[in-house]
Nanobody, 124 residues
Framework: QVQLVESGGGLVQAGGSLRLSCVRSGRTFSSCAMGWFRQAPGKEREFVAVISRSGGTTSYADSVKGRFTISRDNAKNTVYLQMNSLKPEDTAVYYC?????????????????WGQGTQVTVSS
């Protein structure tokens, strides 16, 4: 059974930083593209950042570009999301996702496994 467990969320003031982590169980972590998505109350789940299996290719939503950085450590089965210069509009539940086949995608519907989510709240 594949499991994704996120951590690192919390309450932070605008302009602050947080680092989210997602640990994936199983021996095939390096074969999965990984992504971070978020969902604010009353809104659709949206793409934040994705990373290829090797970590060599990344992609970001325009709203977070230049502020967030996605990375992965395949030896630790972990993907990270470093979030800097946080804004109140970044407040959401953040989800880690794994895509078993193919290239990394910004479409959350193509991801096979999901974590339980971690709350990020940015106060103004």
């Amino acid at each position: 059974q594949v499991q994704l467990v996120e951590s690192g969320g919390g309450l932070v003031q605008a302009g602050g930083s947080l680092r989210l982590s997602c640990v994936r169980s199983g021996r095939t972590f390096s074969s999965c593209a990984m992504g971070w998505f978020r969902q604010a109350p009353g809104k659709e789940r949206e793409f934040v950042a994705v990373i290829s299996r090797s970590g060599g290719t990344t992609s970001y939503a325009d709203s977070v570009k230049g502020r967030f950085t996605i990375s992965r450590d395949n030896a630790k089965n972990t993907v990270y999301l470093q979030m800097n210069s946080l804004k109140p509009e970044d407040t959401a539940v953040y989800y880690c996702a794994a895509k078993r086949y193919g290239l990394a995608s910004t479409d959350y519907g193509t991801y096979n496994y999901w974590g339980q989510g971690t709350q990020v709240t940015v106060s103004s």
